[in-house]
């Protein structure tokens, strides 16, 4: 670290330089995979140090992460909470040190929220609103019963919850939606394509697949097509997070809907890191801007996807 002294601009005021300690959660999903390249791409272009582990989605990894760079005395300390409870401690610790420290991406639920300057991200209760509106509409003259199936998230994650709690806000005035399934597929393609196939064997009937990312749905098609069924037709299909190999699978009707989650943080969190390091203010929360997708939608934003 530039300065060495560490904590609230010791070395951030200094000759200048910052040194950022980020925990990412891990490597599951398309998703994160573009987080982390945005995330290094924009710490090189603001000339901030990174010092970046991956903690495999386990949070005692990134508790173990975080004493480290407090150890180290780095400037800033970013990170994307795998779940959302049990940080208090450790982030206690940090503050202790006065080392500033950003949420991005994932929220934490300790209920002081001065452990934490400022939280980076996506607002999930809007995305899994959006994912509800869309069945709302694609179902609106029907009576019959809609026989939904759910793959969530990481379980404990802010994505996992509130993206349930979204959809559920949404459809849960409709007495025709039933979700007849829900599971955690843990936001990887290996998961979400075993807990389909457990959830074709078990219901004969499903209409719907919502899951929580891009990566669960794509291996839920494989599944779905495994059983000799037609992903986008005969089970209809909305994700989270609009990644390429997502958008591909919209653009050729395998999937029916996709609510963006953006995963390029690395810019603004890195505008926001040089302004905690410099002692300055920044707004508690920044939420990122996002769309949606329809299947002739994808095919037109294909061609200049960028992850
Ligand atoms: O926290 C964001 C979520 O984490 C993404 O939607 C998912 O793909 C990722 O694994």
């Known amino acids: 670290c530039g300065g060495g002294g560490g904590g609230a601009g010791a070395s951030g005021g200094g000759d200048g330089s910052i040194t950022m300690g980020f925990s990412q959660v891990g490597a599951e999903s398309g998703w994160r995979t573009a987080n982390t390249k945005s995330v290094q791409e924009s710490a090189k272009a603001a000339g901030i140090t990174l010092k970046f582990s991956d903690a495999q989605q386990k949070q005692e990894n990134q508790i173990k992460a975080i004493r480290s760079y407090i150890q180290q005395k780095v400037d800033v300390i970013a990170f994307s909470p795998v779940v959302e409870s049990g940080w208090d401690t450790v982030l206690k610790e940090a503050r202790n040190a006065k080392i500033p420290v950003i949420l991005t991406d994932r929220a934490v639920d300790s209920k002081d929220t001065g452990l934490y300057k400022t939280f980076l991200g996506s607002d999930f209760v809007e995305e899994g609103r959006k994912a509800g509106k869309w069945l709302l509409e694609e179902y609106k003259s029907g009576t019959d019963p809609v026989n939904i199936v759910e793959l969530q998230g990481t379980t404990g994650s802010a994505p996992a919850n509130d993206r349930k709690a979204g959809f559920q806000e949404v459809i849960g005035g409709e007495a025709k939606f ?25 219901h004969p009937d499903i209409d719907v697949l919502y899951a929580h990312n891009d990566d669960m749905g794509l291996g839920a098609i494989e599944a779905i097509e495994g059983a000799g069924k037609v992903p986008g037709k005969d089970i209809k299909i909305i994700t989270i997070d609009a990644v390429k190999d997502g958008m591909q699978a919209l653009a050729d009707g395998k999937i029916n809907y996709i609510v963006e989650c953006s995963p390029l943080l690395g810019p603004q969190l890195m505008d926001l890191a040089k302004k905690v390091v410099k002692g300055e203010s920044v707004p508690a929360r920044v939420v990122t801007e996002e769309t949606t997708f329809t299947q002739e939608q994808a095919k037109a934003a294909l061609p200049q996807r960028q992850y």
Request: charged share 30%; no cysteine; proline share 0%.
């Open 178 to 202: 039933k979700i007849i399934a829900s599971q955690t597929g843990d936001f990887t393609r290996a998961k979400g394509k075993e807990v389909m196939e457990a959830f074709l064997k078990a």
